[in-house]
């Protein structure tokens, strides 16, 4: 038996509007150590890995007892496994972590628990965070960010149906730039990954636009084989 | 302590030209169990984490203990985890995998050690092999595919400098079908991925191919933040 530990952490993005600065951005979830090592700090939800459960459901359950939160899109990211992982020296056996990453829609987002333990905190600002977490989420921030230009998973912030200015945003604001509309429609269209829906957002405009809804039936989270399994 | 082991196994993929066929696979060097379970089986090379060793480090090692091989590209690939990982009960502690893959260049490949109990075989037709190994080749075979399509992955298969000719290969080997000659070169000079040294492929020919080398400086295992670590 070797001493090290494996256990789960996963991160959280949603997109969030704030109504005070009518800016929308990248937020996360961040809990607070209750105990030694890191007391005190934030990190990212997650725990031990039980010996009776698969890697996914450790994500799944530390999440909802951490923050409530039960994210459709639930995928592995990378396993962080360094023997030095902190900053300072930890105490106690070396811990392997498998991240997972969760991106939640917004309505999702609204069910988690914020109390003085869960902190929504923007992504690209995040405070200091325990162990090697604030490296974590430097990465997924850079995977998002890569897999976003090649891939539908933008979609996975929005809800089933969306406009094209919705999904434009989500890409303007994990992008970090302004996408011109026509450009991005063209694009979009093309791509063959979203379709009309034959509705209208309902509103009060002169021209409402039109809504759209994922293309494929498929898991946005693609893991080929393993899906199937 | 959790009754958990962590181990790390690689597949390691290089292009192999058959002599007798004149016909170019995808090949990968198994290693032959020497211990229960799975005792005489084929099984990916690996073995557990030492306790002072990084997983990166772990996959090296035991890469170079069994199959004397050390490639310029080893990426982390997946963990697989799950409870059952093996079609028949396994006795003993639970094991997770941090699997790596490796890409490997053809002068490399012809320094691997092959004998009883290492063995090269074609990657898309496997011998059963041992644990959840079936899985993990079938998932690596799949994230290759579908990696080439968006990255520059492909140039890791080929030495400093190539022909478009011999990467096309890569291509039409790894996707399982037959290129456009004229659309490949196309594609390629448009995407910027290689650039032409200047020199061409020396041969009787009458007129020998230019040869391209990697346009960019920067590893083809790119894993952003994580390689600056």
Not at 57 to 74: F, I, K, Q, V
Not at 97 to 108: K, N, T
Not at 126 to 153: C, G, N, Q
């Amino acid at each position: 038996m070797s001493g090290i530990e494996i256990a789960v952490s996963t991160v959280i993005f949603a997109l969030r509007h704030d109504t005070s600065t009518d800016r929308t951005s990248l937020w996360m979830p961040l809990v607070r150590r209750v105990r030694e090592p890191y007391e005190g700090s934030w990190a990212l939800p997650g725990g031990p890995v039980r010996e009776d459960e698969d890697l996914s459901d450790t994500a799944r359950r530390t999440l909802s007892e951490t923050t409530a939160l039960s994210p459709t899109y639930l995928e592995q990211l990378y396993t962080f496994g360094h023997v030095a992982r902190a900053p300072q020296p930890v105490p106690g056996p070396r811990v392997i972590s498998v991240v997972y990453w969760a991106l939640v829609r917004p309505e999702e987002a609204e069910r988690s628990i914020e109390d003085e333990n869960v902190a929504w905190r923007a992504a690209d600002d995040p405070p200091a965070l325990a162990f090697d977490h604030s490296t974590i989420v430097e990465y997924a921030l850079w995977r998002l960010r890569t897999k976003m230009e090649y891939s539908r998973i933008a979609q996975a912030f929005l809800g089933e149906t969306f406009t094209l200015a919705q999904l434009r945003q989500v890409y303007e604001v994990v992008l970090q730039r302004t996408l011109d509309p026509a450009n991005f429609r063209r694009q979009v269209e093309a791509s063959g990954a979203v379709e009309p829906t034959g509705d209208y957002l309902v509103g009060g405009r002169h021209r409402p636009p039109k809504l759209y809804r994922h293309r494929e039936a498929s898991d946005l989270a693609d893991n080929g084989p393993l899906t199937r399994l």
